[in-house]
């Protein structure tokens, strides 16, 4: 089955340590997402690329970078995590065309960041 | 400034018992408006896309509609496997920008 997949699923890394995220698809969308969800609240929109083009939201942290290295995988990699960065990160992908009408976006199953 | 306002954040049904969830939100133009179910631990789940005021989409004990500064998810008889966070999420005109709202959790007993 197509689908989006996270590894891993639980991730703990200690205060300032460097972390990176993977996030792969088999759905050959365009347009990939990062979100970080802390609980009970919104998931909030760090970056997404459409194909290569990176689009970075004002507010999300220098601290939070992305790498997309082909269509198939993104990485988030936070370079020296805070104890405000435990969330879960959900990586989402799309198809879509400037443009056009919106499509729905099909998540992964999360990675849950624990910072010590 | 685009927002997303859910309510309530949480509601109780007993099963069989029917209600609506709402979406208010503030767009500069509507791209497409969104609903997501999300389990626990989970990602979320696609359920409709609206796109303009006036449409209605279902799907077997959902049905979701739209005007235009609201949207609504009507749970008819439900079950306790509809148990879960249900999102809504809209991208304005212009770009890929997705604004979710907090959600509400809906909890159906049996």
Not at chain 1, 19 to 24: A, G, Q, R, Y
Not at chain 2, 23 to 39: A, K, M, N, P
Not at chain 2, 62 to 88: G, M, Q, R, V
Request: include cysteine; proline fraction near 5%; charge should be neutral.
């Amino acid at each position: 089955d197509a689908m989006v997949i996270q590894n891993p699923r639980y991730q703990v890394t200690q205060f300032g340590k460097p972390v990176t995220l993977s996030c792969s698809q088999t759905l050959n969308h365009n347009v990939m997402y990062w979100y970080q969800q802390k609980s009970s609240q919104a998931p909030k929109l760090l970056f997404h690329y459409y194909d290569k083009d990176f689009n970075n939201e004002a507010d999300t942290p220098d601290n939070f970078q992305s790498r997309r290295p082909n269509t198939s995988f993104c990485f988030l990699d936070i370079r020296s995590p805070g104890l405000g960065d435990a969330a879960m990160y959900l990586c989402a992908t799309s198809r879509e065309l400037r443009g056009a009408l919106s499509y729905e976006q099909y998540f992964g199953p999360g990675t849950r960041l624990t910072v010590t | 400034e685009d927002q997303v306002t859910q309510s309530p954040e949480a509601l109780r049904l007993q099963e069989g018992e029917s209600s609506s969830l709402n979406c208010s939100y503030t767009v500069s133009g509507l791209r497409g408006l969104f609903w997501y179910r999300q389990d626990p631990g989970k990602g979320p789940e696609f359920l409709f896309t609206l796109y303009s005021a006036g449409e209605e989409k279902e799907k077997e004990r959902l049905k979701a509609t739209l005007t235009k500064k609201e949207s609504f998810l009507h749970i008819t008889a439900p079950k306790p496997e509809d148990s879960a966070t249900y999102l809504c999420a809209v991208q304005a005109t212009g770009g890929f920008k997705t604004i979710f709202g907090a959600g509400t959790r809906l909890f159906v007993k049996a």
